[in-house]
């Protein structure tokens, strides 16, 4: 992304589809590290109800988007309208994250994967305050489930 925050014909676009999108922090977080890291990309927020999500996810064969992330509440019905996903995210039965290669929807799950990174970093001290915040998390750091 440039310094005037424009979005070009080469800027990588990315969905954050959430029920409450715009009211969330992470399109916000994520441009930031879009934009500290030198990345021509944006990450816009998609308010999109739960009757229009299969329509809006099915729809993005032929947007310009190049991904999107989706909140928790559409994850399991994303995931049924992939044209491929990955072993992770077929293992789990669910997706986070959806990448648009020439009109295919491929599912990944990049949060465990983003939080298993984190955990092996030398700046990690303590898994407390994320075992509590997210399931994923702990079924990582403690190999249990936490229903």
């Known amino acids: 992304m440039n310094n005037d925050n424009s979005i070009t014909a080469a800027t990588l676009l990315y969905g954050f589809i ?8 992470f399109s916000v977080t994520v441009n930031k590290l879009f934009k500290g890291n030198g990345i ?5 927020p998609m308010n999109i109800r739960p009757d229009d999500v299969a329509f809006t996810i099915s729809q993005m064969r032929s947007s310009k988007l190049s ?4 909140s928790s509440e559409y994850q399991e ?4 309208l992939l044209d ?13 994250f959806i990448r648009i ?3 295919e929807l491929i599912g990944e799950l990049i949060m465990p994967l983003a939080l298993e ?9 303590d898994d407390i305050a994320l ?3 997210c399931h994923y998390f702990y079924e990582l750091t403690t190999g249990e489930k936490n229903d």
């Open 67 to 70: 991904g999107a992330v989706i």
């Open 131 to 133: 075992n509590s915040m």
């Open 40 to 44: 021509n990309a944006m990450a816009i």
């Open 18 to 25: 959430a029920e409450n999108a715009h009211s969330n922090r």
């Open 77 to 80: 019905e994303a995931f049924a």
């Open 101 to 103: 290669v020439e009109g």
């Open 117 to 125: 990174k984190f955990a092996d970093s030398a700046e990690f001290e």
């Open 84 to 96: 491929r996903a990955s072993n992770l995210a077929q293992d789990h039965g669910y997706c986070d």
